[in-house]
């Protein structure tokens, strides 16, 4: 006899055995015991989440001769148990809808459908039934909608959005949730067992979280495990290589790096990988979700179905990273696995994402990047204010100016609270630069010439200004308004008398290197 996979070998027999569907399988169970039974259910969710496996419980439920009637506990032992079973009842008939799409087949059906069962009902499942044609489907609805008594639709599908609305009206919808990876990770230890091998549970959870919630693609993993090593016991780093999965010590690697400011070995670190034949692709989604689970674990959000020693390695780097520059390196890294798909070369793009991400707080001000957005209306009352022409401005000391204010004005320390409470610690950081002045039903900033760029494409964004707005009148009172002010660029010393000022730098270099001047 050939092998049979572990997928069909381990398929589920009763309601009770599909993992993670209780909500499903106790409604149809009790739809069974109180024969409230449908004439048509439409099965959605991803793949092998156990849709088209429940589907045969139903159908051995309707028929299971150990009762006389319906059951929810079908036996499993009689002839149309076993027959369902093994795919060759003659009341069962499952159709794959991807290549039974037409109208032709469709019309076929409905033929069959005027034959009476041998047992108590016939049973057709549609699997992927979304890829029937317009016409297939306009041709079944006089079907579906007024079967015999003895007929039951079944329909399986993991896209239901691309059903017609008169199919999906006509039947009992039943959605089919993703399977935890803790629950995975049981099954997997479990069976593993029973065929002889011997997987910690971190190997188990790797292969679970690979499945992405599919029951079926983790027993499929498996297989591949088993043909491997039918035997014994395997690590987690062995299960890796085998399934030619990056083990999360790789993309922590990377990150200790990218943390401890270390472009070199943070490169070398990529370069290894991908000499070792793992394609860039993966590394680069590795290296996103290892950064996106160290965000989630700086919020307190990991979920609870991961495994331990990737809780472990988020929680060390999130304790290690502020979270504005995890939130940072997170969007750049995902910026990049978008770019690498159709860069020519995906491998310098990626190393000198990598050399950025070691180097970037030393290029621009994290703070500043993410408090900053992209430029928007700015407001209309007193937004922004022409650089005052005063001469006496120009030569205050700006140290001394921002000094006092931030330390002696407790009115202005509080308005700076109160604006970091709702528009965050890097906007309110600029406000300390600035001079307050009182003045009749206003108050106004005086920033240094080196906080242009910052007031008028930061704090005059609508949203922003409006924010400031808000704290002046709760420290100052209702009514206050806000002037932003920025001074003029300091001059040289003697720059009012000298007849090159004005000129661009390239003609004054020219005119100083020949010692000349302009005629007028």
Request: aromatic share 6%; net charge negative.
């Amino acid at each position: 006899m050939s092998y049979l996979v572990l997928a069909r070998k381990c398929r589920p027999q009763t309601f009770d055995e599909v993992v993670a569907q209780g909500h499903i399988t106790d409604t149809l169970k009790s739809a069974l015991e109180k024969d409230r039974l449908a004439h048509a259910y439409l099965f959605c969710g991803p793949r092998g989440t156990g849709k088209t496996t429940t589907a045969r419980i139903l159908a051995k439920a309707l028929n299971c001769e150990s009762s006389d009637k319906p059951t929810s506990t079908p036996c499993g032992k009689c002839g149309s148990c076993i027959a369902i079973a093994g795919g060759h009842s003659p009341d069962v008939l499952e159709i794959d809808g991807a290549s039974n799409r037409g109208i032709a087949e469709i019309q076929a059906l409905r033929e069959r459908v005027q034959y009476a069962p041998a047992g108590r009902y016939k049973i057709f499942i549609i699997d992927e039934v979304h890829m029937l044609t317009k016409e297939a489907f306009n041709a079944l609805l006089k079907t579906l909608e007024e079967p015999p008594s003895y007929i039951t639709f079944i329909f399986a599908t993991t896209e239901p959005q691309k059903l017609p609305p008169t199919i999906t009206s006509r039947c009992q919808r039943f959605d089919f949730r993703r399977i935890p990876s803790t629950q995975i990770t049981e099954q997997i230890v479990a069976i593993s067992r029973e065929e002889g091998l011997l997987l910690s549970e971190d190997a188990a959870a790797l292969i679970a979280h690979r499945a992405d919630g599919s029951l079926r693609d983790s027993l499929s993993l498996l297989d591949q495990i088993l043909a491997y090593s039918p035997k014994g016991e395997l690590s987690v780093e062995e299960v890796a290589r085998i399934l030619g999965i990056l083990p999360i010590d790789a993309f922590r690697s990377i990150a200790d790096k990218v943390v401890n400011r270390d472009p070199a070995g943070a490169v070398r670190e990529l370069d290894s990988l991908l000499e070792s034949g793992i394609d860039i692709g993966q590394v680069a989604e590795g290296l996103v979700e290892h950064f996106h689970g160290a965000v989630m674990g700086a919020i307190g959000a990991l979920p609870e179905d991961i495994g331990e020693k990737q809780s472990a390695a988020y929680n060390e780097l999130a304790e290690s990273v502020a979270t504005e520059d995890l939130l940072r390196i997170a969007k750049l890294s995902a910026d990049i696995q978008a770019k690498i798909k159709t860069a020519p070369q995906p491998r310098f793009l990626f190393e000198e994402m990598l050399i950025y991400l070691c180097s970037f707080d030393k290029t621009t001000d994290v703070r500043a990047v993410l408090s900053n957005s992209p430029a928007q209306s700015r407001p209309q009352t007193e937004a922004p204010v022409p650089r005052p022409p005063s001469k006496e401005a120009l030569h205050e000391e700006p140290e001394q100016e921002s000094e006092s204010l931030s330390t002696g004005n407790r009115e202005h320390d509080r308005l700076i609270d109160l604006f970091e409470k709702s528009r965050g610690e890097g906007k309110a950081d600029m406000l300390r630069h600035a001079e307050l002045i009182p003045d009749e039903k206003r108050i106004v900033l005086k920033f240094p010439h080196s906080f242009d760029f910052q007031v008028n494409n930061i704090l005059t964004i609508r949203d922003n200004f409006d924010a400031l707005k808000v704290a002046a009148e709760e420290v100052y009172g209702k009514g206050i308004n806000i002037k932003l002010l920025v001074e003029d660029p300091p001059t040289k010393e003697g720059s009012e008398t000298n007849p090159r000022k004005g000129m661009p730098d390239n003609v004054q270099d020219i005119l100083k290197a020949f010692d000349a001047k302009l005629e007028e």
